[in-house]
């Protein structure tokens, strides 16, 4: 659809304004919104959107937006290739220095894992930032609608980053020790790395933050679990303060496998289901809980 646009002074506005079809008024003091025709407080980007397309403007996402997201976050994405050669070169010296470990020593290799995993996953996490604010611009300079979209889809390639790293430090761990290669221990690796991570991906993806903030939120659960989990000291904290334990995944990792990984209870447990329950509940109640702020205070 073709437009003309006419610069003019302010003695030919009343010509012009009755000869339009159309008219858009922009306030010197609030540039977010304009008024068209009689309709005041109108999106100022969906006018931009309205005003490019004509009469095909739809305000939706097509299959256009996810051809675009692959072309640039998968085919021509330097990152990737980065926490892949990162990755590679962390887990292949991880093989070279704890190679030959004792099965007494598995619960060690294992917690050297997970930590080696988190920090494979963490510079693309750290990332998460400036690629929302570059969407964002981007958006409005490409007049596209495709922002919640590239969110959700963002969101949906970080996730799967961290699933192909768990089964790398799945591999690794199994490599250098026995003892953890049934399929169960995978799955409390993953949903453990998962509970960690999620909370950077929220900040980072689906909050206003500044980069600053949203590391130091982002980062808090990996901190408060050394705190507060009881792992690295089973049973040890202040009463009161260490059954803060419980809303860690990690936690149930390390209580005996005759807790989740079969038909026994807990012992001294007050949540007693399976590991495998537990964790696909802990960390979508993470997800929604973050989808939920960010729909309810947009402005965080």
């Known amino acids: 659809k073709k437009h003309n646009v006419s610069l ?39 006018a931009i959107f309205a005003l490019a397309l004509g009469d095909d403007f739809n305000f939706t996402s ?32 991880f093989i070279a ?15 050297a894992g997970g930590i080696i995993a988190y920090f494979c996953a963490n510079p693309y996490l750290l990332s998460l930032v400036d690629w929302r ?7 409005e300079a490409l007049m596209h609608s495709s922002k919640e979209l590239n969110r959700t889809l963002k ?28 399929i169960k221990f995978w799955v409390a690796m993953f949903f ?24 130091i939120l982002g980062s808090l659960p990996f901190l408060l679990m050394i705190f507060l989990s009881t792992t690295f ?5 202040v009463e009161g303060l260490k059954e803060l334990r419980y809303l860690f995944s990690r936690f149930y990792f ?24 537990l964790f696909p509940v802990q960390n979508s109640a993470w997800f929604l809980a973050w989808r939920t702020a960010w729909k309810v205070v947009p402005k965080i």
């Open 133 to 139: 604010n570059a969407v964002e611009e981007e958006a």
């Open 97 to 111: 220095t704890f190679w030959d470990s004792s099965e007494d020593s598995a619960a060690l290799v294992l917690v």
């Open 8 to 46: 003019v002074t302010n003695d030919h506005v009343e010509t012009l304004t009755k000869m339009a079809d159309n008219t858009i008024t922009v306030s010197a003091v609030d540039r977010s919104t304009v008024k068209v025709n009689d309709m005041e407080k109108v999106e100022r980007q969906k």
């Open 254 to 277: 390390w209580v005996s496998p005759r807790c989740f990984f079969s038909q026994h209870d807990c012992t001294g447990c007050i949540i007693p289901v399976k590991l495998t329950y």
């Open 155 to 182: 969101t949906m390639l970080t996730v799967f980053i961290i699933f192909l790293i768990s089964w790398a430090e799945f591999g690794v761990v199994n490599a250098t020790t026995d003892g953890l290669s049934q």
């Open 62 to 93: 097509t299959a256009e937006d996810v051809r675009f997201f692959a072309d640039v976050e998968l085919f021509a994405n330097a990152s990737l290739i980065g926490v892949f050669m990162f990755s590679l070169f962390a887990f292949g010296l």
């Open 233 to 237: 000291s089973p049973g040890s904290g």
């Open 192 to 215: 453990d790395s998962a509970s960690l991570t999620f909370p950077m991906i929220c900040t980072g993806i689906y909050t206003k933050l500044d980069f600053q903030t949203a590391q």
